[in-house]
């Protein structure tokens, strides 16, 4: 499934994942995720004020796919997870459809502050 972007300016940016589609609004340094499956409204800033998340950076990786939120300016609260792919070595037939599929999807507390890297 090819992501569902909805408005084509430089206000979102948005990145699909095998489960989820998140949304980024890097001005407001702002987030939500939503599944793939959900009903997008025709604008973003349809969505309610309570469904979006604060979050300090966004990191992408371009050749792995990989990206990683942080969540607090230490970096102690991070997600990390990976952009879908075609074909998607994470959600091809051959992994057992009744299983989570979004098992890249992590969220970490790093109790030494040690910063994570994408691909680390």
């Known amino acids: 499934m090819a992501a569902r972007i909805h408005e084509s300016n430089d206000r979102y940016e948005t990145i699909e994942t095998c489960n989820s589609l998140w949304?980024?609004?890097?001005?407001?340094?702002?987030?939500?995720?939503?599944?793939?499956?959900?009903?997008?409204?025709?604008?973003?800033?349809?969505?309610?004020?309570?469904?979006?998340?604060?979050?300090?950076s966004l990191t992408?990786?371009?050749?792995?796919?990989?990206?990683?939120?942080?969540?607090?300016?230490?970096?102690?609260?991070?997600?990390?997870?990976q952009r879908h792919r075609q074909p998607c070595p994470i959600c091809s037939a051959e992994i057992d459809s009744s299983m989570t599929r979004e098992i890249s999807t992590i969220e970490l507390s790093l109790l030494d502050g040690t910063p994570l890297q994408p691909g680390a």
């Open 23 to 56: 949304i980024f609004e890097a001005q407001e340094k702002r987030f939500l995720r939503l599944p793939r499956s959900h009903p997008l409204p025709s604008s973003y800033s349809l969505l309610p004020e309570s469904a979006w998340e604060h979050y300090e």
């Open 60 to 81: 992408l990786d371009p050749v792995s796919g990989e990206f990683i939120v942080r969540l607090t300016a230490d970096g102690s609260r991070v997600l990390r997870s």
